[in-house]
């Protein structure tokens, strides 16, 4: 990225290193979502529907995991893919696979935690009737999340949010490569220690307008769902 | 019809919550019929039988069978509670998912609906999302949710307690005609009238307790105990 | 909903397996953050790749970090101006042997209006010793890199024992050399920086070179490669090709040919017994 040029001139001539750096975080941060959701959304349903011992302390612990810091996560992971950590063989450390381990690991507590308070609302409201028509309880899980499937979509929303905003994790697994593991956030970084303070808050600007990008199209996509369903 | 359910028999039923008995040694049988209606002041116990019939509670002591059995999950058992729940979908829907739940298999929803959503009067409302119904087609929804199960038992909550004359005579009528049909309706209602006009037998319940039970015909007539008479005129039981 | 979801998430994992399979031949360098800010890397290793289809990917770090990545096993190659700390690399068997590269120069910056009165000095122990006892605000990197190394040295030198000076004038920040820049361009402080990273910096503010050209300040950068025999999964023969390259003639010049402004940043002297 030529380092005179502003932002508003990157975004306009297509300038392939900022395409580049949009794709890579737009990737990064979409697969971690998605598979925070794998995992949490069940995860987070199956603490809102079974009682067991501890249950109480393991909801405080998954809405305290929310606000890990990035950073920390990306240490952690950083230690274990690293050649001489347990996972070394693996090979992952700088890639964005590494970057999208790190951001799964910050986004699913979010997804879960947000998932398990949706559902568990929810369920109040559907606990006579579902027992009522004698539902089992896999198509118990299945309806509820389906049923609460909006709410749920604003938890996966937030979970975006967290990871295309945050730099401690992907930067410290990711190593910031030119052209390789750079994202907008690292690359707001680089560009800041550089000294290129324009162009670090244009792209910043660039960030945030993606960001609202995405969360506009989910509204929009809500709204003609909700219309339909009710 | 087969009847796997029916008669429901209380055995000296007491269930507690705490240390409140909302049934407090109720013995009493539920038979293939004309509808048995229960009424009795709030907090009687009317709900709790309700639910304990259909299986949903578990006695503190006594038993409850089902033509003799202990409880098997409650497929051909429905219930319509007091405030019933509409899943955020559409009415039709809300139908498709109570016969998949009852395990009619797809290729017969289609006809099932149709058929259900006459029979309460709903066809107009077959798309609209179920939570925008007004409170009386919702439960007028709900029926036709519980019918969804082809059951051989319905319990009622007082199914018309918040609505207006027109869809109060909408769902009796339903009412009646599934009870003709051969299935056995448990009703709880506050209505005196809509008692009279429904019970094939009464129930009286006060504190968790079977004050009396008798035929519509007697219990109306000439009511056997004290409570039944003062609960006739209208007056408070303690 | 469900299986258009599913297909999303196929296809992208998919698409992540591919890519990790698609080799393109490449090593990682751990290098310095102030190398990577000169524009250096940007210059040569498009020059590299074009003579040997080899893509470097550069982690770029303190060096310290830099030395810690290579002793993990993370890097193949690891390039870095610290002769002290990259001799002590070597001993511990991390590094196979260290070639001299370049070297270019450490400038102290400071404040146009210059409060502590050390402008135009050639003597950069002589005015450390001014900013002391003037108390002249100074930002570190603090941070274990070649600069911070080379500025521990020369307060050394003067005499001075700066871990106990840490305090309203003094101001280690743990931070890059554009982190350290910035924040005295912000509060009027003097830092000492590479010339490459200072040629560069776009927020210069009100800073000016104020002591420059003591041999003192003199920056040797070397290569290395990560020792195979402890990382087996060491790319060696990439890497020492790109090591190669670096000391060849044809990187040599290639290290000459990067100016900024008209300016040569980085001297090469692989040919220097003694670099």
Same mark, same amino acid.
């Given at each position: 990225m030529p380092d005179n040029a502003s932002a508003l001139q990157l975004v306009l001539t297509g300038d392939p290193a900022l395409v580049a750096i949009v794709q890579l975080a737009l990737i990064v941060s979409l697969s971690a979502v998605l598979f925070a959701a794998v995992i949490g959304v069940p995860l987070g349903a199956l603490i809102a529907l079974t009682s067991f011992r501890g249950r109480d302390a393991v909801i405080v612990l998954l809405n305290t995991m929310m606000g890990l810091p990035p950073v920390v996560i990306g240490l952690a992971v950083?230690?274990?893919?690293? !050649?001489?950590?347990?996972?070394?063989?693996w090979g992952l450390l700088f890639t964005p696979q590494a970057m999208v381990i790190a951001q799964t690991i910050l986004v699913t507590p979010i997804i879960a935690a947000l998932a398990r308070q949706t559902i568990e609302d929810l369920w109040t409201e559907y606990r006579d009737e579902l027992a009522?028509?004698?539902?089992?309880?896999?198509?118990?899980? #299945?309806?509820?999340?389906?049923?609460?499937? +909006?709410?749920?979509?604003? =938890?996966?929303?937030?979970? +975006?949010?967290? %990871? *295309? =905003?945050? $730099?401690g994790a992907v930067i410290i697994v990711g190593g910031n490569i030119d052209g390789f593991t750079r994202t907008m956030t690292t690359a707001i970084a680089l560009e800041t220690s550089k000294g290129n303070l324009p162009l670090a808050i244009g792209l910043g600007l660039v960030l945030i307008a993606i960001v609202l990008a995405v969360n506009a199209m989910a509204w929009a996509m809500r709204r003609a769902a909700e219309r339909l369903a009710g | 019809m087969t009847a796997g359910d029916l008669p429901i028999r209380f055995a000296a039923v007491t269930i507690e919550a705490g240390t409140v %008995?909302?049934?407090?040694? $109720?013995?009493?049988?539920?038979?293939?019929?004309? @509808? #048995?209606?229960?009424?009795?002041?709030?907090? *009687?116990?009317?709900?709790?039988?309700?639910?304990? =019939?259909?299986?949903?509670?578990? @006695?503190?002591?006594?038993?409850? #069978?089902?033509?003799?059995?202990? &409880? =098997? @999950?409650?497929?051909?058992?429905?219930?319509? +509670? &007091?405030?019933?729940?509409?899943?955020?979908?559409? *009415?039709?829907?809300?139908? !498709? +998912?109570?016969?998949?739940?009852?395990?009619?298999?797809?290729? &017969?929803?289609?006809?099932?609906t149709a058929r259900l959503l006459t029979l309460v009067g709903l066809e107009h409302a077959a798309e609209r999302p179920a939570r925008r119904l007004s409170a009386g087609e919702q439960q007028r929804l709900a029926l036709a949710r519980a019918l969804a199960r082809d059951p051989a038992v319905l319990f009622l909550d007082e199914p018309t307690a918040s609505l207006d004359p027109a869809s109060t005579k909408a769902i009796e009528d339903v009412i009646r005609a599934v009870s003709l049909d051969g299935i056995k309706v448990v009703l709880a209602t506050h209505d005196l009238g809509e008692a009279r006009r429904l019970a094939g037998d009464v129930v009286l319940l006060h504190r968790g307790r079977i004050v009396e039970a008798a035929p519509a015909a007697t219990f109306f007539g000439r009511p056997g105990t004290e409570e039944g008479r003062k609960f006739l005129a209208g007056e408070l039981l303690v | 909903m469900m299986r258009r979801s599913l297909a999303i998430a196929a296809a992208v994992l998919f698409a992540f397996a591919a890519s990790a399979a698609a080799q393109t031949k490449s090593i990682v360098v751990a290098s310095t953050t102030s190398t990577q800010d000169s524009g250096l890397f940007g210059y040569l290793l498009p020059l590299f790749k074009a003579r040997t289809g080899i893509e470097v990917k550069v982690v770029a770090l303190g060096t310290g970090q830099a030395l810690d990545t290579a002793r993990r096993g993370d890097a193949d190659v690891v390039f870095v101006h610290a002769k002290s700390e990259e001799l002590k690399f070597l001993a511990q068997g991390f590094g196979v042997k260290r070639y001299p590269v370049m070297y270019n120069d450490f400038v102290l910056v400071g404040p146009h209006d210059d409060p502590a009165g050390i402008k135009g000095s050639v003597d950069i122990v002589a005015a450390l010793k001014t900013l002391q006892a003037r108390k002249a605000s100074f930002i570190s990197r603090g941070d274990r890199s070649g600069t911070h190394i080379a500025e521990l040295k020369l307060w050394k030198e003067a005499g001075i024992d700066i871990s106990s000076e840490k305090g309203a004038w003094y101001k280690s920040i743990g931070q890059g050399m554009g982190a350290a820049l910035n924040t005295a361009a912000a509060s009027g402080g003097y830092v000492l920086s590479d010339r490459g990273t200072w040629l560069s910096? !776009?927020?210069?503010?009100?800073?000016?070179?104020? $002591?420059?050209?003591?041999k003192r300040l003199f920056n040797q950068y070397g290569v290395m490669l990560v020792n195979p025999a402890k990382y087996p999964s060491v790319k060696k023969e990439l890497g020492q090709q790109f090591i190669d390259w670096l000391v060849s003639r044809e990187g040599q010049q290639a290290i000459a040919g990067y100016k900024i402004d008209g300016e040569q940043l980085f001297f090469p002297d692989a040919a220097d017994p003694d670099a």
């Amino acid at each position: 990225m030529p380092d005179n040029a502003s932002a508003l001139q990157l975004v306009l001539t297509g300038d392939p290193a900022l395409v580049a750096i949009v794709q890579l975080a737009l990737i990064v941060s979409l697969s971690a979502v998605l598979f925070a959701a794998v995992i949490g959304v069940p995860l987070g349903a199956l603490i809102a529907l079974t009682s067991f011992r501890g249950r109480d302390a393991v909801i405080v612990l998954l809405n305290t995991m929310m606000g890990l810091p990035p950073v920390v996560i990306g240490l952690a992971v950083y230690l274990l893919l690293s !050649r001489s950590g347990p996972l070394g063989a693996w090979g992952l450390l700088f890639t964005p696979q590494a970057m999208v381990i790190a951001q799964t690991i910050l986004v699913t507590p979010i997804i879960a935690a947000l998932a398990r308070q949706t559902i568990e609302d929810l369920w109040t409201e559907y606990r006579d009737e579902l027992a009522a028509m004698s539902v089992g309880p896999l198509r118990r899980v #299945t309806t509820l999340i389906w049923d609460a499937r +909006f709410s749920l979509v604003t =938890a996966l929303l937030a979970g +975006f949010g967290r %990871a *295309a =905003a945050e $730099v401690g994790a992907v930067i410290i697994v990711g190593g910031n490569i030119d052209g390789f593991t750079r994202t907008m956030t690292t690359a707001i970084a680089l560009e800041t220690s550089k000294g290129n303070l324009p162009l670090a808050i244009g792209l910043g600007l660039v960030l945030i307008a993606i960001v609202l990008a995405v969360n506009a199209m989910a509204w929009a996509m809500r709204r003609a769902a909700e219309r339909l369903a009710g | 019809m087969t009847a796997g359910d029916l008669p429901i028999r209380f055995a000296a039923v007491t269930i507690e919550a705490g240390t409140v %008995a909302l049934l407090d040694n $109720v013995s009493l049988a539920l038979e293939r019929g004309a @509808p #048995t209606v229960l009424i009795g002041p709030n907090g *009687a116990g009317k709900t709790t039988l309700l639910r304990a =019939a259909m299986g949903l509670l578990a @006695p503190t002591r006594g038993s409850i #069978t089902w033509d003799g059995g202990a &409880q =098997a @999950p409650p497929t051909r058992r429905a219930i319509v +509670f &007091q405030r019933p729940t509409m899943l955020r979908r559409s *009415a039709v829907a809300n139908l !498709r +998912f109570a016969l998949a739940a009852a395990g009619v298999p797809r290729p &017969q929803h289609a006809a099932a609906t149709a058929r259900l959503l006459t029979l309460v009067g709903l066809e107009h409302a077959a798309e609209r999302p179920a939570r925008r119904l007004s409170a009386g087609e919702q439960q007028r929804l709900a029926l036709a949710r519980a019918l969804a199960r082809d059951p051989a038992v319905l319990f009622l909550d007082e199914p018309t307690a918040s609505l207006d004359p027109a869809s109060t005579k909408a769902i009796e009528d339903v009412i009646r005609a599934v009870s003709l049909d051969g299935i056995k309706v448990v009703l709880a209602t506050h209505d005196l009238g809509e008692a009279r006009r429904l019970a094939g037998d009464v129930v009286l319940l006060h504190r968790g307790r079977i004050v009396e039970a008798a035929p519509a015909a007697t219990f109306f007539g000439r009511p056997g105990t004290e409570e039944g008479r003062k609960f006739l005129a209208g007056e408070l039981l303690v | 909903m469900m299986r258009r979801s599913l297909a999303i998430a196929a296809a992208v994992l998919f698409a992540f397996a591919a890519s990790a399979a698609a080799q393109t031949k490449s090593i990682v360098v751990a290098s310095t953050t102030s190398t990577q800010d000169s524009g250096l890397f940007g210059y040569l290793l498009p020059l590299f790749k074009a003579r040997t289809g080899i893509e470097v990917k550069v982690v770029a770090l303190g060096t310290g970090q830099a030395l810690d990545t290579a002793r993990r096993g993370d890097a193949d190659v690891v390039f870095v101006h610290a002769k002290s700390e990259e001799l002590k690399f070597l001993a511990q068997g991390f590094g196979v042997k260290r070639y001299p590269v370049m070297y270019n120069d450490f400038v102290l910056v400071g404040p146009h209006d210059d409060p502590a009165g050390i402008k135009g000095s050639v003597d950069i122990v002589a005015a450390l010793k001014t900013l002391q006892a003037r108390k002249a605000s100074f930002i570190s990197r603090g941070d274990r890199s070649g600069t911070h190394i080379a500025e521990l040295k020369l307060w050394k030198e003067a005499g001075i024992d700066i871990s106990s000076e840490k305090g309203a004038w003094y101001k280690s920040i743990g931070q890059g050399m554009g982190a350290a820049l910035n924040t005295a361009a912000a509060s009027g402080g003097y830092v000492l920086s590479d010339r490459g990273t200072w040629l560069s910096f !776009r927020n210069k503010s009100d800073l000016v070179i104020v $002591v420059e050209g003591d041999k003192r300040l003199f920056n040797q950068y070397g290569v290395m490669l990560v020792n195979p025999a402890k990382y087996p999964s060491v790319k060696k023969e990439l890497g020492q090709q790109f090591i190669d390259w670096l000391v060849s003639r044809e990187g040599q010049q290639a290290i000459a040919g990067y100016k900024i402004d008209g300016e040569q940043l980085f001297f090469p002297d692989a040919a220097d017994p003694d670099a």
